[in-house]
């Protein structure tokens, strides 16, 4: 008989912040794949601009709300920090792989609780 071996990576994890580990599945997409169209946050017919932080904040609520959602978060709450409230692009972009802001000075490895 044939073993599938699962295991879970927490490295791998935070590798999905990093370049291009998720190439095809940029913020946008996984907003899609939730059936959300552009329009939910691009204000503009055509999009053109970029989206700002109060748009994303119209459904996901202030840093409080989104801490509190990734309260178990390991080893830090990274929507809580010492840089105060940051634009959500920072970190999440919206067409291309995600980045880590803490990155600049820290190497925190992030995983999430699931
Ligand atoms: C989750 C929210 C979200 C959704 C949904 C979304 N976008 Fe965006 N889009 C962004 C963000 C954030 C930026 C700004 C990128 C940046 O600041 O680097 C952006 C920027 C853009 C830009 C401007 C180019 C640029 O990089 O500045 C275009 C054009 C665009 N999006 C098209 C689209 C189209 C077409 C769709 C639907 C298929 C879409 N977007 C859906 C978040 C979104
Ligand atoms: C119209 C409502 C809406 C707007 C505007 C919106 N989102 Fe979302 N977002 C959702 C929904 C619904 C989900 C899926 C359920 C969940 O995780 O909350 C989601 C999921 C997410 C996730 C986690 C899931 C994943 O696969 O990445 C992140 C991160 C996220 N959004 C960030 C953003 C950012 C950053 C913006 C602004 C550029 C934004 N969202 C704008 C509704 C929205
Ligand atoms: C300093 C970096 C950083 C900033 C700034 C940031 N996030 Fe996040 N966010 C993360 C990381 C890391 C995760 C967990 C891993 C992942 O899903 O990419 C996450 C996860 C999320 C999730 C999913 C939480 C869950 O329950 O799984 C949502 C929704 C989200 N962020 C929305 C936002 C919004 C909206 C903003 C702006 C108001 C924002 N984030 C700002 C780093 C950041
Ligand atoms: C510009 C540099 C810089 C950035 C960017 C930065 N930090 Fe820090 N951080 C520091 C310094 C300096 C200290 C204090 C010295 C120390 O304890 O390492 C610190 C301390 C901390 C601490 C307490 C000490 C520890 O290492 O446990 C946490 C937690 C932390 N930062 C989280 C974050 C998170 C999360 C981000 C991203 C949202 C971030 N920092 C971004 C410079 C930075």
Do not use: W
Not at 50 to 61: A, D, F, L, P, S
Not at 75 to 81: F, K, Q, R, S
């Amino acid at each position: 008989m044939k073993k599938l071996s699962i295991f879970f990576c927490a490295a791998c994890a935070a590798a999905m912040l990093s370049a291009s580990a998720m190439a095809a599945d940029f913020l946008a997409d996984r907003h899609a794949a939730k059936g959300l169209a552009c329009s939910s946050c691009h204000k503009e017919t055509p999009p053109a601009k970029r989206v700002k932080t109060e748009q994303c904040q119209t459904c996901h609520g202030d840093y409080a709300a989104l801490a509190k959602r990734t309260a178990k978060m390991q080893p830090n709450n990274v929507h809580e920090n010492h840089l105060g409230d940051l634009d959500c692009r920072e970190c999440h972009q919206g067409h291309k792989a995600d980045k880590l802001a803490c990155a600049e000075c820290h190497q925190f490895k992030f995983t999430m609780p699931k």
